[in-house]
C-alpha cells in the first residue's frame, strides 16, 4: 500500500480556513484517500474521502491534484473544537478482509484563538 | 444515535486477571475490529471480523483473544493480562470490510500493573 507523509504540526486562526496537505506521491490507480481525525485521545473520526474528483461534505473538502500525488483537506471556518490529529490514509478500492487502515503520525492541528 | 459503545472505558488491574473489553454498535454493521494505539506506534489492528462467526488476526494479535457470535459485539479478552497490553483500546465498525468509513468507539484506557 501507498504511504503518506504530512507535516507534523500546523497552526490555523480561528474562524480562518485549515488547508491540510498530504503527499501521496506513490498512490495506484485503484487507491482511494481517507481523512480521520482524533481530537485528544477519543476514537478516530471519518471526514471524507475521495478517488480522484475533489469531494465536498458537511465537515471539509478534498482537493485531489490532477496526478492523484498529492492531496489537501480544507476546514472553512474551523473553530476550537477542530484541533485535532488528523490523518491522511490511502487505502485500495479492493482491500482485503481485514480493512486494516494504517493511521501514521499524522498532523497535529491546533486552532488559535 | 449511531454509536460504537466500550466497556469499561478505563480499567487499571493486575498481570494475570483476565478481564474482558466489550464493544457493541447499533448500526447493523458486519465488519468490526479492534485497534490498540501507543506512544510512537500508532493505531495497530488486533484482530477483525468481517461477518458473525468470523473472526482473523490483525497485525499484533498475541495475547488477546476475540470472539463474534452476535453481530452486534465484539469483545476483546486478555486471558492473562501482561504490562507490555497497557495501552489505548478502540474497537470500530463499518457496513462491511470494503468501505474505508469506520465508526470508533471512544476508547478504552487499560494499565496492567
Known amino acids: 500500500d501507498a504511504k503518506t507523509t504530512q507535516p507534523p504540526s500546523m497552526d490555523c486562526a480561528e474562524g480562518r480556513a485549515a488547508n491540510l496537505p498530504c503527499n501521496h506521491s506513490?498512490?495506484?490507480?485503484?487507491?482511494?484517500v481517507y481523512w480521520y481525525r482524533q481530537i485528544h485521545s477519543q476514537g478516530p473520526q471519518y471526514i471524507i474521502h475521495?478517488?480522484?474528483n475533489n469531494e465536498t461534505n458537511e465537515m471539509a473538502s478534498l482537493i485531489i491534484t490532477e496526478d492523484r500525488k498529492s492531496s489537501t483537506l480544507i476546514l472553512p471556518h474551523a473553530t476550537l473544537r477542530d484541533t485535532a490529529v488528523y490523518y491522511c490514509?490511502?487505502?485500495?478500492?479492493?482491500?482485503?478482509?481485514?480493512?486494516?487502515?494504517?493511521f501514521g503520525t499524522g498532523t497535529r492541528l491546533t486552532i488559535i484563538p | 444515535e449511531a454509536q460504537v459503545t466500550q466497556n469499561p472505558r478505563y480499567l487499571i488491574t493486575v498481570t494475570g486477571k483476565k478481564l474482558t473489553v466489550t464493544c457493541s454498535q447499533n448500526?447493523?454493521?458486519?465488519?468490526m475490529s479492534w485497534y490498540r494505539q501507543d506512544p510512537g506506534l500508532g493505531l495497530r489492528q488486533i484482530y477483525y471480523?468481517?461477518?458473525?462467526?468470523?473472526?482473523d488476526k490483525g497485525d499484533v494479535p498475541e495475547g488477546y483473544k476475540v470472539s463474534r457470535k452476535e453481530k452486534r459485539n465484539f469483545p476483546l479478552i486478555l486471558e492473562s493480562p501482561s504490562p507490555n497490553q497497557t495501552s489505548l483500546y478502540f474497537c470500530?465498525?463499518?457496513?462491511?470490510?470494503?468501505?474505508?468509513?469506520?465508526?470508533f468507539g471512544e476508547g478504552s484506557r487499560l494499565t496492567v500493573l
Open positions: 470500530a465498525s463499518s457496513t462491511t470490510y470494503r468501505t474505508g468509513e469506520l465508526f
Open positions: 506513490t498512490i495506484s490507480g485503484n487507491e482511494y
Open positions: 475521495g478517488l480522484k
Open positions: 490514509i490511502v487505502r485500495p478500492t479492493d482491500q482485503t478482509g481485514a480493512n486494516n487502515l494504517f
Open positions: 448500526m447493523n454493521h458486519e465488519y
Open positions: 471480523s468481517m461477518n458473525v462467526e468470523v473472526t
